[in-house]
């Protein structure tokens, strides 16, 4: 026998490493060696809501006007008969706003949403910080002045289709008061002075419409 004879099995190992590394050399990298891929963005980016200017009316601007300088009055009163009086004259720079107790689109923002335990509304609507013009609660209070929406109007179904935070704009009328001109629900004169909700019957609430 020749010794520089190959043996079969030898040739079978030689020819098997040659075949991986064949298959190594062909396989195709997953990326370029240095490059990022690019991934798509986990969820779109939505346009921007235009935003709706609404203007104020100019007897709503006079009655936040006088409301919070009433605010302010009280607040810094040297003393407890020095804050009574502050109210007296916020009911008459109130007055002077408010030549009549019905107001026709003035502006604001929902601040309560809710329905009693007959399921009628309750709404709150903010005009500006700290002031709010609202329905009663309950049945018991509104038993004299029915502020309270009835499910079954018309009024009931636009309201509660809304939000709490909506712009919205809203007629309707307050109530008379010899206090403080027109009806606020507080239970003490701090409330009443530097956080006021004011007793409103609505008659018509709507979202400003787009130009």
């Given at each position: 026998?020749?010794?520089?004879?190959?043996?079969?099995?030898?040739?079978?190992?030689?020819?098997?490493?040659?075949?991986?590394?064949s298959c190594d050399d062909n396989q195709a990298p997953s990326s370029a060696?240095?490059?990022?891929?690019?991934?798509?963005?986990?969820?779109?980016?939505?346009?921007?809501?235009?935003?709706?200017?609404?203007?104020i009316p100019a007897n709503e601007k006079e009655f936040i006007l006088a409301v919070q300088q009433g605010q302010a009055a009280f607040r810094s009163a040297p003393n407890e008969m020095?804050?009574?009086?502050t109210r007296s004259k916020r009911r008459i720079a109130i007055c002077q706003s408010l030549p009549q107790i019905s107001v026709s689109a003035w502006v604001?923002?929902?601040?309560?949403?809710?329905?009693?335990?007959?399921?009628?509304g309750?709404?709150?609507?903010?005009?500006?910080?700290d002031i709010r013009v609202k329905t009663w609660n309950?049945?018991?209070?509104?038993?004299?002045?029915?502020?309270?929406?009835?499910?079954?109007?018309?009024?009931?179904?636009?309201?509660?289709?809304?939000?709490?935070?909506?712009?919205?704009?809203?007629?309707?009328?307050f109530f008379p008061s010899d206090v403080d001109c027109v009806t606020e629900t507080s239970m003490s004169l701090q409330g009443s002075m530097t956080d006021p909700e004011f007793l409103f019957r609505f008659l018509s609430v709507n979202t400003p419409r787009t130009k």
């Open positions: 026998m020749s010794p520089y004879r190959t043996s079969p099995s030898l040739l079978a190992c030689i020819f098997a490493i040659l075949a991986i590394g060696p240095g490059t990022s891929q690019t991934q798509a963005p986990s969820s779109s980016v939505l346009p921007a809501v235009a935003r709706v200017e609404v203007p020095a804050q009574g009086g604001g923002r929902i601040d309560t949403l809710s329905s009693n335990s007959d399921g009628k309750v709404l709150e609507i903010s005009l500006a910080p309950n049945d018991f209070s509104d038993s004299a002045s029915h502020t309270l929406i009835d499910p079954s109007s018309s009024l009931f179904g636009i309201v509660s289709q809304m939000r709490k935070g909506d712009q919205v704009v809203f007629s309707g009328a």
